[in-house]
């Protein structure tokens, strides 16, 4: 393995199930050398259950130092995992963050504000709120995906085709049918005109819903062909997934032709070679 990096990194200040501690001690013991945590920011929705309460922010990033001084020898960074929609239409950037992931777990709907990725019998509901048409849902995802990255400043896109998550095991649609590949892959351009990094992300395949990460292969292979910066995370929600997959997800982006992916340092992000 040769990323020594996870910027994508949920603990209990969120959804994730282990301590900040926890998953600082499993990344030292996995050989990496620089962690940030990205727990959801607060949205107001009453229904969302993963974001970090508004009055807990502090303390969260108070931990993260406090863990520094602790564990010299890992880098640790501040991050969110920033949501493209509040119960207010507000997005703030706290200061005090050192990079940002731009993430659409939840989008709109007909019948109002939806998730994506929450259950398959949440996506149900979303496709139903379409009248059943599933591509009008999948069109609408990569419009809110595409219009973030253009108009919010964050580091990172994360998880850029969230949208087939469940299909493995609930064949919602076939992704390798032309419509799903020409609109993802038109999408896919847009969004990397903005000059963000893409997340290639295993998170899905330590929840086992996938056995590949996101994007999909053929994705890869477009911003293999722009030119796109790529980063492996790995989303973990648990300490024993905090390197889930990357060794095959270095071999995979190899395969493609990339040679480098980006790493966030003190001052910035560089690449690095895979």
Known sequence: MTTKQNLHTHCTFCDGKDAMETMVRAAIDHGLTSLGFSSHNYTGFPWDECGIHKDHIDAYFQEIDRLQETYPQITLYRGFEIESRSQDGTIIFDP?????????????????????????????????????????????????????????????????????????????????????????IGYLEEAARTGKIFEVNTGAISRGWRQNPYPATFLLERLHSLHAPVLISSDCHSAGAITCHFDETENLLKSIGFKEQMQLTDHGFQPVSL
């Open 96 to 184: 005090r963050l050192q990079y940002s992931i731009g993430s659409c777990h939840i989008f709109a709907t007909p019948k109002g504000m939806m998730e994506v990725d929450y259950s398959p019998e949440r996506y149900r509901q979303a496709i139903d709120a379409f009248g059943g048409n599933v591509q009008t849902l999948v069109e609408n995802y990569f419009q809110e995906v595409v219009r973030y990255a253009k108009a919010e400043p964050f580091s990172i896109i994360g998880h850029f085709d969230l949208v087939t998550k469940f299909l493995e095991k609930e064949p919602f649609f076939d992704e390798q049918e032309g419509w799903y590949q020409d609109m993802a």
